[in-house]
C-alpha cells in the first residue's frame, strides 16, 4: 500500500524533529536521490511502488553513483546536499526519513534494500544490525 504524500512527509517532520514542512521535504529528496542511486532493478522498483508518487520519481531518477557509498560517506554527501548541514544533523535527516521509508517499505523488502547496500545501512534504517 502507498504512504500518502502528506502522512509520509508529516511522519518525517515529526521524526526529525524539523521547525517546517519543506524542511522535511527537502531532507526526503536528498535522501531519497542518494538512496536511489544505490538501489537496482526489482528492489528500487518495489520501493517506488510504495512511496508518494512525487518521491518514487526522485528515487527512480536517481543522482548518479560512480561507486556505492558507505553508510559514512552517504552521511557526508547527504550533509553536503542539504544546505547549513553538518554530519550530525544529516544523520538525524537521514535517520527521520529512512525509517519512515523503512515503514512504507515494510520488513521484507527492507532486508532486501539492506542486502543491495554497503554494511552499515541498517543503523540508518533504524534497523538492528543484520549483517
Known amino acids: 500500500m502507498v504512504m500518502r504524500h502528506e502522512a509520509f512527509l508529516d511522519t518525517i517532520h515529526e521524526r526529525g524533529n524539523y521547525t517546517t514542512r519543506q524542511e522535511a521535504d ?3 529528496r536528498v535522501v531519497l536521490a542518494l538512496l536511489g542511486a544505490h538501489l537496482v532493478g526489482q528492489v528500487r522498483a518495489d520501493l517506488a511502488a510504495r512511496l508518494p508518487e512525487t518521491f518514487a520519481l526522485i528515487l527512480l531518477n536517481p543522482l548518479q553513483a560512480a ?3 558507505s553508510a559514512e ?3 557526508r554527501a547527504t550533509a553536503a546536499w542539504i544546505e547549513g548541514a553538518t554530519d550530525q ?3 538525524g535527516d537521514i535517520s527521520a526519513v529512512l525509517s519512515v521509508t523503512a515503514d512504507a517499505a515494510g520488513r521484507d523488502l527492507t532486508t532486501h534494500i539492506l542486502l ?3 554494511p552499515g545501512y541498517d543503523s540508518l ?5 543484520t549483517a
Request: proline share 15%.
Open 67 to 69: 561507486e556505492p557509498l
Open 125 to 129: 534504517f533504524g534497523y538492528p544490525h
Open 89 to 91: 544533523t544529516a544523520l
Open 26 to 28: 527537502q531532507a526526503a
Open 73 to 75: 560517506r552517504f552521511v
Open 116 to 118: 543491495q547496500l554497503p
